[in-house]
Each structure stands twice: as structure tokens, then as C-alpha cells.
């Protein structure tokens, strides 16, 4: 058995046996949520919890005054920055602001793997986001944290093959390793930090070009659509695949060939792009 085999059993044994060590969401996004869920709570509590992480008040006020929400009247202190957002788009920015501190590593290779892969994340939220504003039933900001932690099953990986120095340093085994296991650890990861339901079917079923469902289209479908629109102009393998051939794009009104980024959603991915780096 391959080395190459022989971490990825291992890997999938430990995530089954309840051995594998998963990210935690950072306490400020859990605090947020918790108080967003206390029904004695008001959106001025929220705002003191985001105003007890200096960086995170400062990101926030930058978003409520991007062009994404596209306001008139600028936003100086969290509460209005909160107030402009609503509970929803709140609860969700806050975590993926803070997503970014996870993406840090210990070795220069996993650090621009992370980097490519923070990068490549945000690229799907910003297209994700800006298709939601065309589909009846899909919220925005949801679809925007869809695309954030769609690959984050790949963490646990980057984190463990650290310690296999001649398989960080052999980029097709380690990307067949991510390809393989990053699905069902994403799936775990999700389901760890109690993340809805549709938001856990993405991390597991993003990679699964061939799935159908009945019914309208949902965040899986706008994150399989989006993940694969940004790899155009790569050499990524699914690039070479018949895009009419999956089913997202038809639930999504949309035609494989078209560059969506081109179309009337550019400026939007743009400033979504923009409102996500502003602080990276």
C-alpha cells in the first residue's frame, strides 16, 4: 500500500473512530451566535460582543461600508454597522471574517497551500453570493458562508501531512489526498460546529458533480456551479469535464458555457471579493 493510501485510511479511520482532531470555530463567532440565539438578547448585546475583538469591529465596520451593502450614509461604530446588517448577515459574516485565522499553518508549504486555499474559498463565497441574488429562495450572506467553508475538510489534512514531510512535498499525492477525504471531513467539521443542515450537504456533496435532487435549487448546487466557474482558465481536472453534463447548472437557469463572472453578477462577485480581502 502506497504512503498516499496508507494517510488516507488513516485519516478516515480516526475521523470514524472519533481520533481525529477538528478545528474549532473561534469563540468570538460562537459567542456572537449565541447571543443572536438568546431571545432576551438584542442586537446592542451583539454588538458588544464583536466590539471585544478590536480587528474583527474594524472588518465589520469595512463591510457595512463596502460597496456590497451598497449604503449611502457611512457606518462608524459596530452597533450601526450591526444594525444596517441585521441578525442574519451578522451571524454569518462574523464567522466567515473570522474563518481567516484559521487559515494559518507552520511550515512555508502549507502556508501558501493555505493561502491558495483561503484564496480560492473566497473566490467561490463572492461568485456564490452574487448568483444567490438571482435565485428565489437562496439568501446571499448564507450563500456567501457556503463558499467560505465549502473546502474546510481540508484543514485536518494540511494540519496532519505536516508531519509527512515527503508527502507535503509531493503536490499530486497531496492533492489527491485532499480530493479524496476533504468531502467527508468537511461533512464532520460542520456538523461539530452545528451548522444547518444545507450549509453541511455543501461541504459534503460539493465535489459530486452529478447530483440530482428534486425540487428547487439549493446552496449545493450554487456552490458546485460557483466552485467550478472559478476554476475557468485553470488546469484543474474538472475543467476537462462536459459542464452540460451536471445537473447544478440546469437547476441553477444557468448555461455551462457562459463565464458567470462576465455576466450581470461580476460587479457584484467584485465587491464581495473586495469586502472579503479587505483585511487579508
Do not use: C
Amino acid at each position: 500500500m502506497s504512503l498516499q493510501q496508507e494517510f488516507i485510511n488513516q485519516l478516515l479511520s480516526d475521523l470514524k473512530n472519533d481520533k481525529l482532531v477538528l478545528p474549532t470555530l473561534p469563540e468570538v463567532a460562537l459567542k456572537v451566535r449565541d447571543t443572536l440565539e438568546d431571545e432576551n438578547a438584542s442586537l446592542v448585546d451583539v454588538a458588544r460582543v464583536v466590539t471585544s475583538d478590536t480587528a474583527l469591529s474594524a472588518r465589520l465596520i469595512q463591510v457595512a461600508n463596502s460597496p456590497l451593502l451598497r449604503a449611502n450614509r457611512q457606518i462608524e461604530t459596530v452597533e450601526a454597522a450591526v444594525t444596517r446588517m441585521g441578525s442574519n448577515m451578522v451571524r454569518n459574516l462574523v464567522t466567515s471574517i473570522v474563518m481567516e485565522q484559521m487559515f494559518q499553518a507552520t511550515s512555508d508549504i502549507t502556508d501558501k497551500r493555505l493561502r491558495r486555499l483561503w484564496e480560492h474559498s473566497t473566490e467561490v463565497a463572492a461568485i456564490s453570493n452574487a448568483l444567490a441574488h438571482t435565485q428565489p429562495g437562496l439568501q446571499p450572506d448564507h450563500a456567501l458562508l457556503a463558499g467560505l467553508v465549502h473546502d474546510i475538510g481540508a484543514l485536518p489534512i494540511l494540519s496532519r501531512v505536516e508531519d509527512y514531510p515527503e508527502l507535503l512535498e509531493d503536490e499530486p499525492a497531496l492533492d489527491t489526498i485532499i480530493a479524496t477525504a476533504h468531502p467527508r471531513l468537511g461533512e464532520a467539521i460542520l456538523k461539530a460546529w452545528n451548522f444547518p443542515p444545507e450549509i453541511v450537504d455543501v461541504a459534503a456533496n460539493h465535489e459530486n458533480l452529478e447530483r440530482e435532487h428534486d425540487g428547487p435549487a439549493d446552496y449545493t448546487d450554487l456552490i458546485i456551479v460557483a466552485n467550478l466557474q472559478s476554476l475557468l482558465g485553470t488546469d484543474h481536472p474538472h475543467t476537462k469535464l462536459d459542464w452540460n453534463k451536471v445537473p447544478a447548472f440546469a437547476k441553477l437557469g444557468l448555461e455551462p458555457d457562459v463565464s458567470i463572472v462576465d455576466i450581470e453578477v461580476g460587479q457584484n462577485v467584485e465587491a464581495v471579493r473586495a469586502a472579503l480581502s479587505a483585511g487579508a
